[in-house]
């Protein structure tokens, strides 16, 4: 039986995702990692199910996925994150654009949701 949270099917999968990270996943992983964001620890190629999110948050349930031009209108994307919304897990999506060159609105757009998750 699979696992839900980090299938070992997929682990070999996951490393390589993590070997190949594109420029815009390099940058975010550098502002999260460590838990230097507001101390919450972010995992990155996490799986949940037959899914591997970019990074993933599990004291928050929050996954965070940064998308590049194949990602425009996709069905996939769209069952994922029904998938995960039905475990109780939130999306924050971000383009690679958007991660490149506008860091601090992605970083204040992660802050906003994580304030709301302390109150």
Same mark, same amino acid.
């Given at each position: 039986?699979p +696992?839900? +949270?980090?299938?070992?099917?997929?682990?070999?999968?996951r490393?390589?995702?993590?070997?190949?990270?594109?420029?815009?996943?390099r940058?975010i992983?550098?502002i999260?990692?460590?838990?230097?964001?507001s101390?919450?620890?972010?995992?990155r190629? +996490?799986?949940?199910?037959?899914?591997?999110?970019?990074?993933y948050?599990?004291?928050?349930?929050?996954?965070?996925?940064?998308?590049?031009?194949?990602?425009?209108?996709?069905?996939?994307?769209i069952?994922?994150?029904?998938?995960?919304?039905?475990h109780?897990? @939130?999306?924050?999506?971000?383009? %690679? %654009?958007?991660?490149?060159?506008?860091?601090?609105?992605?970083?204040? @757009?992660?802050?906003?949701?994580?304030?709301?998750?302390?109150?």
């Open positions: 039986m +696992y839900l +949270y980090n299938d070992k099917t997929i682990k070999l999968r490393r390589s995702l993590r070997v190949s990270q594109t420029d815009a996943e940058k992983w550098n999260i990692r460590g838990k230097k964001l101390g919450f620890k972010f995992l190629q +996490y799986s949940v199910g037959s899914y591997i999110l970019d990074f948050c599990p004291a928050l349930r929050l996954a965070i996925e940064i998308d590049g031009s194949q990602h425009i209108d996709n069905t996939h994307d069952m994922r994150t029904a998938f995960l919304r039905q109780n897990i @939130s999306v924050l999506r971000f383009w %690679n %654009n958007d991660v490149l060159s506008n860091m601090d609105g992605v970083c204040k @757009s992660i802050m906003l949701y994580i304030a709301t998750k302390k109150t």
